[in-house]
């Protein structure tokens, strides 16, 4: 079956630095990948998307790569800061109908 | 950017009652609207898709009698939680997505608790 993993429940980093959270997904093959931010008690706010023949994605101080090869999507966040502390879902999709990952909890110390 | 919004954001009810919620584009039409679950520190869950003049699909497992959809125009979805029971107690979220976009947008969500 379809499995998406993000690589863990919740990250901490110091303010200033880059947050490199991963999204790994096996016996899929998406059209293309979104990132999404929640906050607690909130519906999704959509960041990036990248469609599989792309590489990369940038705006802003957010970036996001995809390989098919390794089935990964990587999503940065440079020079974090404590307003990006929230949960960040990555979530497939083929057609229209999305798989989303569980989210990684990310909080930046300031 | 596209909006959607939910109505009610929180709503609290007794056991057996049945609860609406709204979901509505705001300044897009939306074809497809999509329903989903979440459970604390969980991640979304599909429950079904609602196409608009037409019946919903739902995933497996949901069943339909018991969260009805309906997709009466281009810019409302609603679900409605019938005989609603405390293990129905969730966040509901809605999205939806226009033609020929590649991007659902999320509802701000619906706390169900169910006493």
């Known amino acids: 079956s379809q499995k998406i993993e993000q690589n863990s429940e919740a990250l901490n980093i110091q303010e200033g630095k880059t947050a490199t959270l991963t999204c790994n997904y096996t016996n899929y093959s998406p059209a293309y990948l979104q990132w999404y931010r929640q906050d607690p008690g909130r519906g999704p706010v959509f960041l990036l998307l990248i469609r599989e023949n792309e590489k990369e994605k940038r705006k802003e101080r957010l970036k996001v790569t995809f390989d098919t090869t390794l089935k990964q999507s990587l999503f940065h966040i440079t020079a974090s800061q404590p307003a990006d502390s929230a949960t960040y879902l990555c979530?497939?999709?083929?057609?229209?109908?999305?798989?989303f990952g569980t989210g990684t909890r990310l909080k930046v110390l300031a | 950017g596209a909006v959607v919004s939910q109505h009610p954001s929180r709503v609290i009810c007794k056991s057996g009652t049945s609860v609406k919620i709204e979901c509505r584009s705001l300044?897009?039409?939306?074809?497809?609207m999509f329903w989903y679950r979440q459970f604390p520190k969980k991640s979304l869950m599909l429950m079904a898709t609602?196409?608009?003049?037409?019946?919903?699909?739902?995933e497996q497992g949901v069943e339909k009698d018991k969260f009805l959809i309906n997709h009466a125009s281009l810019t409302l979805s609603t679900l409605t939680v019938t005989s609603a029971h405390p293990e129905d107690s969730s966040f509901y979220i809605c999205?939806?997505?226009?033609?020929?976009?590649?991007?659902?947008?999320f509802g701000p969500g619906t706390r169900l608790t169910v006493l």
């Open positions: 300044d897009f039409q939306a074809t497809t």
């Open positions: 999205s939806a997505g226009g033609t020929g976009t590649d991007t659902q947008y």
């Open positions: 979530a497939l999709s083929g057609t229209y109908k999305y798989i």
């Open positions: 609602s196409n608009e003049g037409s019946k919903a699909t739902y």
